[in-house]
């Protein structure tokens, strides 16, 4: 062979070399590593990073420890850009009224209507801080509800409750490594309750102090989580029988960032934890609801909160997991406020996904509404435009749901929501929870038996109304409210929300378990005002009620 052919040769097989090394690279890097500027509705893909936590238990009754205040924690929101318009900025559905539930039907409205099958609200026997950040579950006649760093038990289905003091119940102090270094502040902030019917399990989450300075949302800290059966809370009246694991910022490799807003969810067979790496993004995990049940070594897979790529949780930050998974968990974030990035978790995969789905364009300015005593109950801000409502509806639908400001075509601030389908990752509709004398926000989903969304929400009326609490189900556009307030929480800064909770029933899986609050004036002669966390169970009248309408 002369040198030129020689020559030839040697170039072919070194380009043939090259395209095959650049063909396995592409083929590592979308299908292992997932694609990184992904089409619309096309997935990229991540695998999930693994953790394990040790069980441990209490060990008798705690001297209780005084938390820090909640004004210390202080997050604010991510501001969402503005895209190109799409859509025209207006409703696309008729307004939602908003009636008292306790009356019967009213002129115009459902003929079905939502009632109230039971409503306990707990006055001033509840200790409470700013704001309340109430949530509740129930299995039978125990029903846990909780706000900010106490709980209120029952165990005969709402007759009576006793207040539970969890830094009583578990070591709840400041707590340092093997070499001194703190790892947390002690108990502070959010709490989660909910029940796992297929492991008959009350699961509590709580949220512990960071260990910087400045308030509780800078340095490291834990959150921690605890299981125990319906009889064991019964029998220990929420004082024995638990068994709990503690996730540290380093269980998730987060550094020095603290986890906050935490949420739950109840898959078929995980347990969904997800929380805020504050500044930085969501962080969902995973947990065996069977090593839950067993008291035992608990193996999770979680997602990444900020790596830089489309499958971390910077778009989502603020938002919540979705209700009633089934076998694959959702949530979303906003890229910019024409597209939703909606994540998804399969039981059957070791991976999670994202998919950019575009979107008609929604309202996003500066959130505000005046309170009759010319106090502005969105002046703190928090969550912003975070989606925090979201519900699996079927096996092929999510919906979800988010806070929007007014614009030139609404009045108030509302609520958007997007229906999307699970099969193609479309849009499915687009509408909106909105009335032109009243501002509705922060809304939470679930989805009951029949697959009917649902919802909590806060409402309030421009210098006319205090922010209240009201539920629904979605498509009758009517939304119900239980007690107004007559006051706006003055504190060092006015906190609306954080969370308004929203379940199945497990026993009549029709019916919806509820939490919100009032703020009310101190009877006289004392001045002032307090929150008055409720539990609140509710559905349609034909299902709650037999068909007669009214408070039970």
């Known amino acids: 062979m002369n040198s030129f052919l020689k020559a030839v040769l040697i170039f072919l097989v070194l380009v043939a070399a090259f395209f095959l090394l650049g063909l396995l690279f592409w083929l590592y890097h979308c299908h292992c590593c997932g694609r990184q500027n992904p089409q619309q509705g096309e997935a990229s893909s991540a695998p999930l990073n693994r953790a394990t936590s040790e069980p441990q238990r209490p060990r008798g009754k705690y001297p209780p420890f005084q938390v820090p205040k909640e004004d210390y924690n202080k997050d604010h929101p991510r501001i969402v850009p503005t895209g190109p318009q799409r859509g025209t900025l207006a409703p696309t559905v008729q307004g939602s009224k908003l009636l008292q539930i306790q009356k019967q039907k009213p002129a115009g409205g459902a003929g079905n209507p939502v009632v109230v099958t039971q409503y306990n609200p707990q006055g001033t026997s509840a200790s409470v801080g700013t704001p309340p950040d109430p949530n509740a579950a129930r299995n039978g006649n125990v029903i846990m509800l909780s706000y900010n760093t106490r709980v209120m038990l029952s165990t005969n289905g709402g007759t009576s409750y006793t207040e539970l003091d969890p830094t009583t119940i578990f070591p709840s102090g400041p707590t340092n490594d093997a070499a001194g270094n703190p790892l947390d502040k002690g108990l502070c902030c959010d709490q989660i309750i909910r029940y796992a019917p297929q492991i008959d399990r009350f699961v509590w989450l709580m949220q512990f102090c960071g260990t910087g300075t400045g308030g509780c949302l800078t340095g490291i800290n834990k959150v921690r989580i605890a299981s125990a059966s319906t009889q064991d809370v019964v029998n220990g009246a929420g004082a024995t029988g638990w068994t709990y694991w503690d996730l540290a910022s380093a269980t998730f490799n987060l550094g020095t960032t603290t986890m906050d807003y935490p949420d739950l969810s109840i898959g078929d067979n995980f347990l969904y934890f997800s929380a805020d790496a504050v500044s930085q993004g969501l962080l969902v995990v995973r947990i065996p609801l069977n090593e839950i049940r067993d008291s035992q070594t608990i193996n999770m897979g979680y997602t990444s909160s900020s790596d830089g790529t489309k499958t971390d949780g910077s778009t989502a930050y603020g938002s919540h997991i ?127 038996g029949n697959g009917e969304v649902g919802i909590g929400l806060a409402w309030g009326a421009a210098n006319t109304n205090y922010m209240s609490h009201a539920v629904g189900i979605l498509g009758d556009f009517i939304v119900w409210y239980p007690e107004l307030s007559a006051a706006s929480p003055v504190a060092s800064q006015i906190r609306l929300g954080d969370y308004f909770s929203v379940s199945r029933n497990p026993s009549n899986s029709l019916l919806y378990d509820a939490s919100g609050y009032a703020v009310l004036k101190q009877p006289a002669p004392a001045t002032g005002w307090y929150f008055d966390p409720y539990y609140i169970q509710f559905g349609q009248d034909s299902v709650a009620k037999g068909g007669s309408s009214g408070l039970h």
């Open 322 to 448: 979705s209700q009633n998974p089934g076998d694959t968990v959702f949530w979303a974030g906003s890229p910019k406020n024409t597209q939703l990035r909606v994540f998804s978790m399969a039981e059957s995969s070791n991976q999670y996904s994202s998919r950019d789905i575009d979107i008609d364009s929604w309202p996003n300015g500066t959130i505000t509404l005046n309170a009759p005593d010319g106090v502005d109950n969105f002046s703190f801000g928090w969550p912003g435009n975070a989606i925090t409502g979201a519900t699996r509806r079927t096996n092929t639908e999510v919906w979800f749901a988010w806070n929007t400001s007014s614009n030139a075509n609404f009045k108030n601030a509302h609520v958007e929501v997007v229906e999307i389908n699970t099969s193609n990752f479309s849009k499915i509709a687009q509408w909106q929870i909105w009335n032109d004398s009243y501002a509705f926000v922060d809304p939470y989903l679930a989805t009951n």
